[in-house]
């Protein structure tokens, strides 16, 4: 049974990240660590008793495709209605389409908790936010009171429409067209790979579609963006006529086989009708909107997968009774004795807690680069978070598969077998290192974008930013040593390998391309190591007052000790290869590997 780690949760809120993280601007200028805790405990008592439940039944029956549409897993349209009667919904929407305007790190550390009690039905709502967002920031005030009550208020739900069979990530590449008809579009074409583009939970669906006007310049530049309603919305919000968009059939998958991956069809007759959104051929700017909020909600599914299948795979190892001298002196002992068990569970557990201190405060910068009173603060804090989303993203992720696959080993041959449930963490968790950009698009857009852009000033503020943190950790716990030098050593690691990738940008982009996955994951490993070393230096120093959580606090230092010398080396590896690694795979003909 999964359990919200909303103790964890309330860890790197308040006390790692502090509570001026809870209020960045005027609309959380009354958020208060009281209110962030009711809502964490509600929270978790909605995954625990309506979403973990359908988990199970949820990969095993699926969503099914009819002629008539498609038919959710059993109970998750159920459990849509208690998410939307709970609100949760209109969280981070703005008041004045009936939202609440949470801050996003609350958001964030929401977002943790519905992927780890139920990945696929979690996927939903978090794909609608992204649609409101985009809505909220681009379309007209005619759209935005037409389309986001609803949405916000939870009675419709929104999807991103991007891929198309021949393109895949190649967006320049679409073919879908849009036909002008007056004041609107009719659309014309296929998508695939559109999650929950069909459903049952509510009466309309609002697709956020990329398409080509007629006559627009090809490749990425004449793409538009369009609102597509699955039914035509009145003058007065009522529902009129079906559109033209249709689910013709939905994917059979790996995993997340309870959320519908849908292939639609527009415009098979006269055409889809759909709504410019903003300026025409400006559609790409604006679906990275949407796509930049989906890229941080994917990097916390990965470590919420991740501490999902911990928390399984400690419960087996509590209980799985197997063992020998010298393991066990006296007779077979549970399997958490074993060294090697003890070694993946703290590696899985480590590597959780920096993931989602990363994931957090990113979300926390992205807070104040929305709202702090000062420019100058706002600036520097977007361009962090902008640096920090395909580090979460990737990093979070592809350890989100390595992390569950330790799951599955620490179940043994049982964890092989679906009836214990260690398998579906696995399978579910292989999506996110795909989809809303891949590890290598993360990477490019890393190093093509966030440090390209400005000579490296971002990560360079950030590593300094990260080395004062260090130099303020007196304290001589033999944990917060490890962990301070480790992150220490880190820096410079990350600061080296940082320069040399630039100058080789400079020579060749393409050099650059052939080790950014490398460079991303020394990043995220450096990144982790910062914040561990700071959460380190937190639990010392309650432990060296009255606390009466001693056990939490000694676990936090214990975590930080094995990721700085179990988990932070790695860096070193990575970065070796960032420096060493571009010749053997620029020079290598693609013949030479067929």
Known sequence: MYRAPIRDIRFVLHELLGEAA?????????FTAETADAILEEAGKLAG???????????????????????SAPGFKQAFAKFVEGGWTQLNAEPEYGGQKAPKVINAALEEIWAGSNLAFALCPMLTQGAIEALMR???????????????????TGTMNLTESQAGTDLGSIRTRAVP?????????????????????????????????????????GISLFIVPKFLVNEDGSLGARNEVRCISIEHKLGIKGSPTCVLAYGEDKGAIGHLVGKPNHGLDYMFIMMNAARLGVG??????????????????????????????????PIIHHPDIKRMLLTMKSMVEAMRALGLYAAYQLDLGGSHADAATRAAAQARGDLLIPIVKAWSTENGI?????????HGGMG????????????????????EGTTAIQANDLIGRKLARDGGAAMSRLLQDMAADLAGITSTDTSVVAARKAASEGIDILSESTRALLQAMQVDPKRGLAVAVPYLKTAGTVIG??????????????????????????????????????????????????????????DTDAALIN
């Open 402 to 410: 390595e992390l569950t696959s330790l799951g599955v080993q620490v």
């Open 138 to 156: 681009c379309g007209t005030e005619e759209q935005k009171q037409r389309y986001l009550p609803k949405m916000v208020s939870g009675e419709w």
């Open 22 to 30: 809870l209020h960045t601007g005027p609309a959380q200028a009354d």
């Open 300 to 333: 916390i599914e990965g470590y919420a997968l991740a501490e999902r299948a911990y928390q399984q795979a400690l419960e087996w190892a509590n209980t799985r009774i197997q063992g020998k001298p010298p393991v066990a002196a006296t007779g077979p002992v």
């Open 181 to 221: 008809d007056g004041k609107q579009y009719r659309l014309f074409g296929q998508k695939i790979f559109i999650t929950y583009g069909d459903h049952d939970y509510t009466a309309n669906t609002i697709h956020m579609v990329l398409a080509r006007i007629e006559g627009a310049p090809p490749g990425s530049k």
């Open 529 to 586: 190591a910062w914040l561990m070393a700071r959460a380190a230096d937190v639990a010392a120093r309650q432990l060296a007052g009255s606390t009466a959580e001693q056990d939490f606090y000694r676990a936090k230092l214990a975590s930080a000790r094995f990721y700085a010398t179990h988990v932070a080396p790695l860096a070193l590896a990575q970065a070796r290869i960032a420096r060493d690694g571009i010749d053997a795979v620029i």
């Open 416 to 435: 092989f077998i679906e009836e214990t449930g260690a398998a579906q963490y696995y399978r579910d968790v292989r999506i996110t290192p795909i989809y």
């Open 49 to 71: 008793s309506v979403l973990d439940p359908l988990n199970r039944p949820g990969d095993i029956s699926g969503a099914k495709w009819t002629p008539e549409g498609v038919v």
